[in-house]
């Protein structure tokens, strides 16, 4: 467990240290939530159980967008980077277990999750009015904590059938955006066709 931690800071400190992927991972949500909300700002959206304002949906959309950025998204790309630079051979001489790598870099790609998830939460709570029911608080970080390890595993996973680094960014952003648009992240689906929302059911 220690090796883990120590592998989870050091990834860390190497996003940190990368600009671009935390400009992308960090702004990306947030230029969505503005985006949403300024086009829709003034309807509402049909959800089970009545009507919301735009806002009010857009804000736990935007934070489920930026769990799968966050975890899938980056942990697809930047494995796909390290192997076709060799350090996953390298590390693979090293002492360290590959069990200890790849959990840590599940908890990095968690963390940083976590973070995203509570600045869009701040913005949609100070500007947008949003309410969060704080009585499903537990459950909601239990979801957020699972869905963080669920994309981080399909992340890991996809890199299989990723050819070359230079790839990753199209196969990774072509077997997610379709997604986005039918599961209701980006647009709502509470009015869509049956199939769509059956289709829809059973994609995380």
Same mark, same amino acid.
């Given at each position: ?16 240290? %990368? ?17 949403? %909300?300024?086009? /829709? ?11 919301? &304002? ?5 804000? !736990?959309? #935007?934070? +489920?967008?930026? *769990? #799968?950025? =966050?975890?899938?998204? %980056? ?8 192997? &076709? ?23 990095? @790609?968690? +963390? ?17 009015? *949003? &309410? ?6 537990? @459950? ?7 869905? @963080?390890?669920?994309?981080? +595993? ?7 059938? #990723? ?6 960014? =199209? *196969?990774?952003? +072509? ?8 599961? %209701?992240? /980006? #647009? ?9 929302? &059956?289709?829809?059911?059973?994609? !995380?």
């Amino acid at each position: 467990m220690g090796l883990v931690l120590r592998q989870a800071r050091y990834d860390l400190l190497a996003f940190w240290r %990368n600009p671009a992927s935390a400009f992308f991972t960090f702004v990306f949500p947030i230029m969505f939530l503005v985006i949403f %909300n300024l086009v /829709f700002g003034s309807e509402t959206v049909q959800v089970p159980g009545g009507e919301v &304002d735009t806002s009010t949906f857009y804000v !736990p959309a #935007i934070v +489920a967008f930026s *769990v #799968i950025s =966050a975890c899938y998204t %980056n942990i697809a790309i930047s494995v796909s980077f390290a192997r &076709d630079g060799g350090v996953l051979k390298r590390l693979r001489g090293t002492p360290l277990p590959p069990i200890a790598f790849i959990l840590g870099r599940i908890l990095q @790609a968690m +963390a940083v999750a976590v973070i995203v998830v509570i600045i869009v939460l701040v913005l949609g709570i100070v500007f947008y009015d *949003v &309410d969060p029911p704080g009585e499903k608080l537990p @459950a909601f970080l239990l979801t957020l904590l699972v869905g @963080a390890a669920t994309f981080c +595993a399909l992340g890991l996973a996809i890199t299989t059938i #990723i050819p070359n680094a230079d790839a990753s960014p =199209a *196969v990774v952003n +072509a077997s997610i955006l379709p997604l986005l648009f039918i599961s %209701n992240v /980006f #647009i709502p689906t509470e009015t869509a066709p049956d199939w769509q929302k &059956d289709n829809a059911s059973l994609i !995380p």
